[in-house]
């Protein structure tokens, strides 16, 4: 087996550990994450991301808990290789019924993505680079006027397999392991350099060569700031990517 598989069998095999061997002081939730994707490419060398996310608080449907709208500048390297500078934007919605005011966060954020592929399989990578700016609270029902700022790296690895005979192709089902691991850092961050774990087994449906729907289970497993308290989510993850290609003669 390639090395590079060796590496991807083991960052799934160290998540799923932190999936299943949690701490006591362990809460529980129940969501829905439902997200669209989009990389549209202009050029040889320039394009565009976009993505946008809604997931809801907890019961799966039981009100929301963040709100995303996230936009990019990419530069292709070449096919396989894309860098991207881009700014997002978060609604943190109430996290309990105590707290009455949603949290806004301003984060920009850069990113190099490169893809591996060959005649059957396909194996996607991303490190990702931002810079957090989230509204303090200053009551349950108040924000104050300034932020707190951390940064945080995120390492995400996703590997599709097919299954038909006749590989990756449309209007056939793939099965999708992907798994993304986020660190903080910064003066700010004390307790939770370890931020969390994203751990995703589901199926990809494609349309066409450029549109494909994701679904599947969803394991979070969060280390919150105080450092001794996590979080547990089981999610349904739906999610449609679409890429554009804009060049003549695409």
Avoid: C
């Avoid at 893809?115 to 303090?136: A, H, V, W």
């Avoid at 996703?158 to 392991?177: E, F, N």
């Amino acid at each position: 087996m390639k090395l590079k598989y060796v590496f991807v069998w083991m960052v799934l095999l160290l998540s799923s550990i932190s999936v299943y061997a949690q701490p006591k002081n362990t809460s529980h939730a129940s969501q829905v994450w439902l997200a669209y994707f989009n990389q549209t490419r202009l050029s040889n060398k320039w394009g565009l991301w976009g993505d946008f996310q809604l997931r809801t608080r907890e019961e799966l449907v039981s009100d929301l808990s963040t709100g995303i709208a996230r936009v990019g500048l990419t530069y292709f390297v070449d096919d396989n290789v894309r860098l991207t500078l881009g700014y997002g934007f978060i609604n943190n919605y109430p996290a309990n019924d105590n707290i009455t005011v949603s949290q806004p966060e301003h984060r920009p954020w850069q990113q190099v993505q490169w893809f591996t592929k060959n005649k059957r399989t396909r194996l996607m990578q991303y490190i990702r680079l931002e810079e957090r700016y989230r509204k303090r609270y200053l009551s349950n029902t108040e924000l104050a006027d300034s932020y707190s700022f951390n940064f945080r790296v995120r390492y995400n690895i996703l590997y599709q397999i097919p299954l038909h005979p006749a590989g990756l192709v449309a209007r056939k089902l793939s099965a999708l392991i992907n798994d993304e691991i986020h660190v903080n850092f910064g003066k700010q961050i004390v307790n939770n350099y370890f931020d969390q774990n994203r751990l995703f087994l589901g199926l990809n449906y494609a349309f066409d060569a450029n549109n494909n729907l994701q679904f599947g289970y969803l394991n979070t497993f969060i280390q919150t700031a105080a450092g001794n308290q996590y979080r547990n989510i089981n999610a349904l993850r739906v999610a449609y990517l679409q890429n554009l290609d804009l060049r003549k003669g695409k």
